[in-house]
């Protein structure tokens, strides 16, 4: 065993027998690169990484590449999902250096941290055009003993462009509606008429830029994309429940892993669809999804847990495909490999519980049991949408619990009882809004002051004062090469769309203007490329809609389960805010009462209220263009 054997992540410890030695990332393996004056060899993956298995097997269980690694290279294994910073930054060195990245990512650096060479999965042999693992690391290890000089002149050009993308200055151009209508036309100009989506294959979900379509009211791109995605394949038509892409652009083939985050990004897609649509079969599929994930990636003490592997027993998709005369009805059945077929079609409920019932009885995928702060917020948000309130508030406990410190700050990972890892921005920003989004389904003021606590604490952790906008990482937080501000989805928003996000919503619910212009630096800093490239940009889109949108605020005081106000709630536009009191602390509420003892709905505007209502039927609805 190896030094992984002491860590928590599960992929980790999947690499804790190989003959390689590992180190984790920290100061023992930096130290020792310098001390011994080695390049560093950096493998970053994650569990449920199909390619990451295999090339552990392949090539770091191979007792002639792991003689090379340990004679020449200090070799540190890194889990992605532990630390984005550290992903963030080497993966912007492997596209540079390659024009593509990946998992494995496979990046060699200086002692001190400089990269200058790397790739992603490379074959124990030559083929397909790639250099065998053993070639490489030969020729990378000369290379480092014969062409120091430029090598490291390499290393500090490649840093320092890295260092470059977090200097982008602020435009000082306005922010106007025009930049939503560019944006919507050029999502149209890529968009797959036939089978919805951008792009040809693979096929990634795209929940961020579904959200922004469905706040502009568009209906053919937005549905075409929905009614493909949940036709089967890429979507569990059984359990309920999506994998991570489909490897064709028909949404059919699957990579069999599941995340937790695109299952809680596309249930709250598809909540936001019935509501908008009118029609219960997106409902449907948002339900089996959430019962997927409670059934499944549920961990004893509130939280979720990451992933399930794409392979089982080593088989891709083994536990979700099926062979003939298995029981699934032949008319579902596309061909995938090996004589296994994915389910494609609508089983009748009857049918999906038998089928269900028939593959619980297989063995299942790995599941990668850790969870991630910044993913458990955005379910905590999909269970507050679709009104599953009960895991909803002790997932919120859980979050401001065992993955938070005592001083109020988040941790990145829990696992098994142990909290680690500073929190990153999309940790802080994931969690409040998920905190806000449970505050509007219950009522209970305390997650609302808990989400501006967060969003304050963020901007005091993570804000760059002088060009706008946030870094990644914390201002006390490690000192790497670089310190990046993460501005596009990756799939999941970027931190700094989902903390703008979240500082425009408090900021009209505090009366703040600081949070407002906090949030506004943002989507400065992207204001030419939001309408040039939407589809990287999805969720800042939805932010700068709701910094176009007309100021609306809706204070509730009184039951929030009173028929009012869940009428309000009902009549509420995307971009409207909501605060429910009785409470202190939230200017929206201060001097507002239930009238003669009922629940009352004030309707404001820039604080400006309407005469409070009572009765159901007199809450006014928003633009139907805005809902």
Not at 5 to 31: C, F, I, K, M, R
Not at 188 to 212: I, N, T, Y
Not at 460 to 489: I, W, Y
Not at 490 to 501: I, R
Request: net charge negative.
């Amino acid at each position: 065993m190896n030094r992984l054997a002491q860590e928590t992540s599960p992929y980790l410890l999947q690499h804790a027998g190989n003959p390689v030695d590992w180190y984790p990332w920290g100061e023992e393996a930096l130290a020792r690169a310098r001390d011994e004056d080695r390049p560093i060899l950096l493998s970053i993956g994650y569990s449920a990484c199909h390619w990451c298995h295999v090339m552990e097997h392949e090539s770091f269980e191979d007792p002639l590449t792991a003689r090379v690694l340990n004679e020449r290279f200090v070799s540190i294994k890194v889990d992605r999902e532990e630390r984005p910073d550290l992903d963030s930054i080497y993966m912007d060195a492997v596209v540079s250096l390659t024009g593509q990245g990946g998992w494995p990512m496979t990046v060699f650096l200086t002692p001190a941290g400089e990269p200058f060479f790397g790739g992603t999965y490379f074959p124990p042999e030559p083929r397909h055009g790639l250099p065998s693992f053993k070639q490489v690391l030969l020729s990378v290890a000369e290379a480092w003993e014969g062409k120091r000089g430029e090598v490291e002149r390499s290393a500090a050009h490649l840093a320092e462009h890295i260092r470059s993308g977090a200097r982008l200055q602020p435009s000082p151009e306005p922010l106007g509606d025009e930049l939503l209508a560019e944006a919507q036309r050029n999502l149209r100009d890529g968009f797959d008429p036939q089978w919805g989506g951008w792009g040809r294959r693979p096929k990634f979900p795209p929940a961020p830029v579904l959200e922004f379509l469905l706040r502009r009211g568009e209906e053919e791109m937005t549905r075409r994309t929905l009614d493909s995605m949940m036709l089967g394949g890429m979507w569990d038509v059984v359990g309920g429940g999506f994998h991570r892409y489909s490897v064709d652009e028909r949404w059919l083939v699957p990579h069999f892993e599941k995340m937790l985050y695109d299952n809680a990004l596309l249930a709250s897609v598809y909540v936001h669809a019935a509501r908008r649509f009118g029609d219960e079969r997106y409902r449907r599929v948002a339900d089996l999804t959430l019962d997927y994930v409670l059934r499944e990636l549920a961990l004893a003490g509130g939280g979720f847990a990451s992933a399930q592997d794409a392979d089982t027993l080593g088989v891709e998709g083994l536990t979700f495909t099926w062979a003939p005369g298995e029981g699934a009805p032949e008319e579902l059945l596309e061909p995938f490999e090996h004589g296994r077929f994915v389910l494609r079609g609508e089983p009748d409920e009857q049918t999906r519980q038998r089928l269900l019932a028939l593959r619980e009885q297989r063995p299942k995928p790995l599941r990668d049991d850790k969870a991630i702060a910044s993913w458990n917020g955005l379910l905590l948000a999909a269970l507050a949408q679709a009104g599953r309130i009960e895991p909803a508030t002790e997932l919120a406990d859980f979050l401001l619990g065992p993955l938070s410190t005592p001083d109020g700050r988040l941790h990145r990972t829990w696992r098994g009882g142990v909290a680690k890892g500073t929190g990153y921005l999309e940790d802080y920003a994931d969690v409040a809004y998920g905190l806000m989004e449970l505050h509007v389904a219950s009522g209970d003021p305390r997650w609302l002051l808990e989400a501006h606590r967060l969003a304050t604490l963020a901007v005091d952790l993570f804000a760059d004062d002088e060009a706008g906008g946030f870094f990644q990482s914390p201002r006390d937080g490690e000192q790497l090469v670089a310190r990046k501000k993460e501005l596009d989805d990756h799939p999941t928003p970027s931190g700094n769309a989902m903390l703008a996000y979240v500082l425009l919503r408090l900021a009209r619910i505090w009366g703040d203007d600081e949070l407002e212009q906090r949030g506004v630096s943002v989507l400065r800093l992207v204001r030419d490329a939001l309408p040039r490239t939407p589809s990287a940009f999805g969720w800042l889109l939805v932010a700068l809609d709701q910094h176009l949108a007309p100021h609306r605020e809706v204070a509730v005081v009184g039951s929030p389960d009173a028929p009012v106000a869940r009428a309000a709630r009902e009549a509420a536009a995307a971009t409207d805010v909501i605060a429910f009191g009785p409470a202190e602390g939230i200017p929206l509420l201060d001097g507002r009462t239930e009238v003669d003892g009922r629940t009352a709905v004030y309707l404001c505007e820039r604080f400006a209220c309407r005469l409070p209502v009572t009765e159901p039927e007199l809450v006014p609805r928003s633009s139907p263009a805005r809902r």
